[in-house]
């Protein structure tokens, strides 16, 4: 059965950085193109960043110059560094693989908050 775990949510305060960690097991990394979407109380599930198996990036523009996601094919594992995050930010932010079929992770909360 396929697995992604997320890591590295929590607390933190506006302008600070956290990095998240998506690590898959029982997939062939690196033929998906991964991703990391993220959800807000009351809002719908949107993306925010993508990257394609040869590593082409795509980054939402409410992000875009302040978030960056890469991709470690040896370690089965996506990134996501968030600098100078905003209360906006704050969000479930889950991982995503994407193939023939698709799969999420369980989330991992991250709240910016003073």
């Known amino acids: 059965q396929v697995q992604l775990v997320e890591s590295g949510g929590g607390l933190v305060q506006p302008g600070g950085s956290l990095r998240l960690s998506c690590v898959a097991s029982?997939?062939?990394?690196?033929?998906?193109?991964m991703g990391w979407y993220r959800q807000a109380p009351g809002k719908q599930r949107e993306l925010v960043a993508s990257?394609?198996?040869?590593?082409?990036?795509n980054c939402a523009d409410s992000v875009k110059d302040r978030f960056t996601i890469s991709r470690d094919n040896a370690k089965n594992t996506v990134f996501l560094q968030m600098n100078s995050l905003k209360p906006e930010d704050t969000a479930v932010y889950y991982c995503?693989?994407?193939?023939?079929?698709?799969?999420w992770g369980q989330g991992t909360q991250v709240t910016v908050s003073s």
């Open positions: 995503k693989a994407s193939a023939l079929r698709q799969y």
């Open positions: 029982r997939i062939t990394f690196s033929a998906y193109t």
């Open positions: 990257i394609t198996r040869d590593g082409t990036t």
